[in-house]
């Protein structure tokens, strides 16, 4: 299983970001996929939840109305919308799959919300 992120960065309060993660190494379109986000010296945060076929998705209180956890299965990739990003969004951000009994984690991609 592998678990590859892209489009964290650098952006302003109020911007948007579109997050990415690539997955490979299993069916992708049979299992729930997560974002999580840690921010430094806090714990790993659940940010949002979206099943397998993309029918049901849920997020953090902290995110919600802001942002929009989707999927492309034909390229087994999730993707994090975040809108009008705050300070307190910056974090390093990470995909997650359930797989077999196993927590599988990619390498995360840092998101820096900062004037």
């Known amino acids: 299983v592998q678990l590859v992120e892209s489009g964290g960065g650098l952006v302003q309060p109020g911007g948007s970001l579109r997050l990415s993660c690539t997955a490979s190494?299993?069916?992708?379109?049979?299992?729930?996929m997560k974002w999580f986000r840690q921010a430094p010296g806090k714990e790993r945060e659940l940010v949002a939840t979206?099943?397998?076929?993309?029918?049901?998705?849920n997020y953090a209180d902290s995110v919600k109305g802001r942002a929009t956890i989707s999927r492309d299965n034909a390229k087994n990739t999730v993707y994090l919308q975040m809108n009008r990003l705050v300070p307190e969004d910056t974090a390093v951000y990470y995909c997650?799959?359930?797989?077999?009994?196993?927590?599988?984690w990619g390498q995360g991609t840092q998101v820096t919300v900062s004037s």
């Open positions: 979206i099943t397998g076929t993309g029918d049901n998705t």
């Open positions: 190494g299993f069916t992708f379109s049979s299992y729930v």
């Open positions: 997650n799959v359930f797989y077999f009994f196993l927590n599988y």
